[in-house]
């Protein structure tokens, strides 16, 4: 999972109520085969047959291998509304009717882009569950438009607490109030009912940077060729250079 550095610049915070959750998640049907063939050889094997090789696993049972038809996966993964998927899932011979899972990786042939192989998390619907979702804005910002200024997406992930029912798709702020200066925090996101964003409050989601003078435009570069630390570089080679002439 990719990480995003965070903005230490200072700024004054902003609205209170500045974002809000898109749409509750909901489950999708999805079916499954137990699945006898394992290792690679068997994983093949399942593969040449339409279906994809999957493992479930959860905190009240043990892992199981299952089959899921390329076909519908497929289908199923085309009709979500973010990367995070939940599904009701179905399994063959199952003495459950039914099962609640995330699913958790899915992994990609490198050229061809077929499914590979699928993670199922198990999950209980009265029991909560901790995941990140995508944070995204909506609007232009004032410091933006009336400011010159550059909106910065600092934070791309938030993590947050909640039953499955209530996960959302993503999170969508509002950031047509910000303000040249002004720098949107984890604590200034209002969450619905039934779910907690996690994680430090003052932590900067998206912020309004100053418009760059030409001046400081100018500027920049004049200070990058300088890269002291490339000069150190070249220094520590040839220090090491002159033991390997030596030998010479």
Do not use: W
């Not at 519908?72 to 179905?90: G, K, P, Y």
């Amino acid at each position: 999972m990719l990480r995003h550095c965070l903005s230490l610049r200072a700024g004054e915070p902003a609205s209170l109520d500045a974002g809000r959750y898109d749409l509750d998640m909901k489950s999708l049907a999805l079916s499954a085969h137990p699945r006898t063939l394992s290792r690679r050889k068997g994983s093949r094997k399942v593969r040449s047959g339409g279906r994809i090789p999957a493992v479930i696993y959860g905190r009240h049972n043990p892992p199981q291998n299952l089959e899921i038809d390329a076909k519908e996966f497929s289908l199923l993964v085309h009709q979500a509304h973010s990367e995070i998927i939940l599904v009701d899932l179905t399994v063959q011979g199952d003495a459950k009717p039914s099962r609640l899972a995330l699913v958790q990786d899915v992994q990609h042939h490198p050229l061809s882009g077929d499914f590979l192989h699928v993670d199922l998390h198990e999950v209980k619907a009265d029991e909560k569950v901790s995941i990140e979702v995508p944070v995204e804005s909506v609007g232009t910002a004032d410091g933006v438009k009336n400011g010159g200024g550059t909106l910065e997406h600092v934070r791309f992930r938030l993590r947050v607490r909640c039953l499955p029912k209530d996960l959302p798709d993503q999170i969508i702020v509002d950031v047509t109030h910000l303000k040249v200066g002004q720098t949107l925090h984890i604590g200034d996101i209002q969450a619905p009912e039934g779910v907690e964003l996690l994680g430090d409050k003052k932590i900067s989601v998206f912020a309004v940077a100053a418009p760059v003078t030409e001046a400081a435009a100018e500027a920049a570069p004049a200070e990058g060729a300088k890269q002291p630390e490339m000069i150190k570089e070249k220094k520590e080679d040839a220090a090491a250079a002159k033991p390997a002439d030596k030998k010479k």
